[in-house]
């Protein structure tokens, strides 16, 4: 299929393009930005003025709920809520049931979700078998199998010298390990230690199961050499140390969601369990320091952690709720708003959300979209093409996640995605483009 975006401002982050040219795509590739050869014959034309054309975002952290909790989220749910958020490569964890922790089962998530033809899926696999954090998994099978690190998800490793020989073992084949710094012992609280934590009676997690954690972190990832890839940081005290395991040398990338870069636990109200998240939100120096380090490149990319629960595991008391919240079509919204709050941009609001992350995948998402996260002749045509100047107030019934529980509810976002584009393909075409 051929296809022309027109009249469009085009921005490619991982370059600092931005210019308003028309872009031809053919056969899933970009064929031209800017001048588009007069034999050129598009079978659809996509008139984008008004509009920015970037690259399809790519999200880091998204649960998919299937298989296993399809009650809280389908494959066909949680991908139409991916590209309606402009969203056309995510990363999911392994905590499916059964865990993605054997080849058969990844191949078969990559099928079923292939099938739906609409964003792209990167599975991760499980670092230990079963997630029970006692022997290592074939990681080369899994690799084999389609997926691009290997992960323990939320459950904490216990024992150190699990964690030191999964390290070694992935940096002999230069696979990433992507960790949540939470200590096992320390981070069993509901909400985030601090004065409101004690007035409400709520058990805290406090600011060391994040930083034990790194420091352990760290220094074995300077005894083995392994990359390693730290997910959803949520402390000043953890940026601070992500800059200097960075300055180190160490090959370490992270990552922050769109809680804990917008929300602090005072957001929290009167136990509102919407606010039941993983990890918690902390106070605002936190936060700030979080905003901080996304925009001077200490934290490499900005998240949706998007994990959709149910009615019936939400609508319980604070401390019993179950954690997560839906996010992939507030994504973008939330970067844009970020972008504007800090004085970062637009530009690098989209750079946390394309260029940054499809780095972080590197060499894993193979040769075929070595080009992800940019806009480039003969790269893939992966496009999000959407109005800046159209706002919109996030109602939960009216998202296409299956989890409806957002505490963003009611907060107006600063731009609509209009149409997204996977491999050259209309998957999302706004009601009203």
């Known amino acids: 299929m051929k296809l022309l975006i027109k009249n469009g401002r085009v921005i490619n982050p991982a370059t600092g393009f931005d210019e308003r040219v028309d872009v031809a795509i053919a056969a899933g590739r970009i064929v031209s930005m800017g001048a588009v050869a007069a034999d050129f014959a598009p079978n659809k034309t996509i008139d984008a003025t008004g509009c920015v054309v970037a690259p399809g975002l790519v999200d880091l952290s998204v649960r998919l709920r299937e298989p296993g909790h399809e009650h809280e989220g389908m494959l066909a749910s949680e991908l139409a809520a991916a590209v309606a958020g402009g969203v056309t490569s995510l990363v999911c964890p392994p905590d499916t049931d059964p865990v993605l ?3 058969g089962l990844v191949e078969m998530l990559k099928f079923r ?12 696999g ?10 290592l998994t074939e990681m080369a099978q899994l690799t084999e199998a389609g997926c691009v690190g290997f992960s323990q998800a939320e459950v904490p490793l216990e024992d150190t010298q699990v964690l030191m020989r999964a390290l070694q073992y992935a940096a002999s084949f230069d696979y990433t390990v992507w960790l949540r710094p939470q200590d096992m012992h320390l981070g069993k609280g509901v909400m985030a230690s601090g004065p409101l934590a004690t007035r409400l009676g709520l058990s805290g997690v406090p600011v060391a199961a994040e930083t034990i954690a790194l420091h352990t972190i760290f220094e074995l990832m300077r005894s083995t050499g392994a990359r390693v890839h730290v997910c959803r940081i949520s402390s000043a005290a953890g940026v601070a140390l992500v800059a200097q395991a960075k300055a180190d040398g160490l090959r370490v990338s992270c990552d922050v969601s769109i809680n804990s870069l917008h929300l602090t ?15 918690p939100l902390r106070q605002q120096r936190d936060r700030d320091a979080l905003r901080l380090g996304l925009l001077d490149g200490t934290l490499d990319a900005l998240v949706s952690d998007h994990t959709p629960v149910d009615e019936d595991a939400k609508t319980l008391p604070f401390a019993e709720a179950e954690p997560g919240a839906t996010g992939l079509e507030l994504l973008l919204g939330l970067a844009c708003k970020w972008g504007d709050d800090s004085g970062a941009g637009l530009v690098r609001a989209l750079a946390v959300l394309t260029s940054e992350p499809a780095r972080v995948l ?10 992800a996260g940019q806009l480039v002749q003969g790269g893939v045509a992966d496009v999000c093409i959407f109005n800046p100047a159209s706002s919109w107030v996030v109602e939960p019934n009216a998202l296409r996640s299956q989890g409806k529980h957002t505490p963003f509810s009611g907060y107006e976002l600063p731009v609509r995605v209009c149409w997204t584009l996977v491999g050259g393909q209309v998957a999302y075409e706004a009601p009203s483009a």
């Open 101 to 103: 922790d054997e080849p």
């Open 113 to 124: 979700a292939e099938k739906l033809h609409q964003s792209r899926v990167f599975p991760l």
């Open 126 to 135: 499980a670092l230990t078998r079963g997630l029970r954090g006692i022997a």
């Open 265 to 279: 636990d005072t957001d929290m109200g009167y136990f509102d369990s919407r606010m039941r998240l993983d990890p």
């Open 362 to 371: 590197g060499s894993a998402l193979g040769p075929l979209l070595a080009s």
